[in-house]
């Protein structure tokens, strides 16, 4: 059974060949970790498809590096497992390509949890977006009068906000208004 066979009986889509923002790469990648973690899958029927498997997650891995904040060392054993030959027999390289697939699991909830990748659909924007406040709360302080967005913002109740590359972004919430004077009170003299 070819991956595309696996991916239609899953409902996954085939990964998007160039992926722009680490939420794309991640969802592409997710896409392939439930090929080979999920209990649901089929098994992978030959070695040719336990390979294409290991070429995928090498792809990701690859993609993932550069957008992986701060834990070197987690990408480094991913990149190590990645980087080791599959073994020629059957099973032992299935279980090669299911602990590659579990290392990138960790990276992935790593750099969700360090706020690296927003899994919200539709994708919150991005801190350097005009909409940047729309994004979702992380963590919320309304007694303290702020909150950290998914894309890293750090937003006040006066509606300003500091950005992760610490810009001051003033408050733009509108002026109240004022009654209109009526015409008889703005004539009368004082």
Not at 115 to 127: D, I, K, L, R, T
Not at 131 to 140: H, I, K, L, N, T
Request: charge should be negative; charged fraction near 20%.
């Amino acid at each position: 059974m070819s991956l595309t066979a696996l991916g239609r009986i899953l409902g996954i889509r085939r990964p998007a060949m160039a992926t722009s923002s680490p939420r794309s790469i991640v969802v592409s990648a997710l896409e392939t970790l439930a090929l080979v973690l999920n209990e649901d899958s089929p098994v992978p029927e030959s070695d040719r498809d336990v390979d294409d498997l290991m070429l995928r997650l090498r792809g990701h891995l690859m993609q993932l590096g550069p957008a992986t904040p701060d834990s070197p060392a987690m990408l480094k054993a991913a990149q190590a497992l990645a980087s080791k030959e599959a073994p020629d027999d059957y099973l032992q390289a299935r279980v090669h390509l299911r602990k590659l697939a579990l290392a990138i699991q960790e990276l992935i909830t790593e750099m969700s949890s360090a706020g690296a990748v927003c899994e919200h659909q539709p994708e919150c924007p991005s801190a350097d977006a005009e909409d940047r406040q729309a994004a979702r709360v992380r963590v919320g302080h309304p007694e303290a009068g702020w909150s950290v967005l998914c894309n890293g913002v750090l937003t006040f109740d006066d509606t300003g906000c500091l950005t992760p590359d610490n810009v001051i972004v003033a408050p733009q919430r509108p002026l109240p208004t004022r009654p209109p004077i009526p015409a008889a009170a703005a004539a009368r003299p004082r």
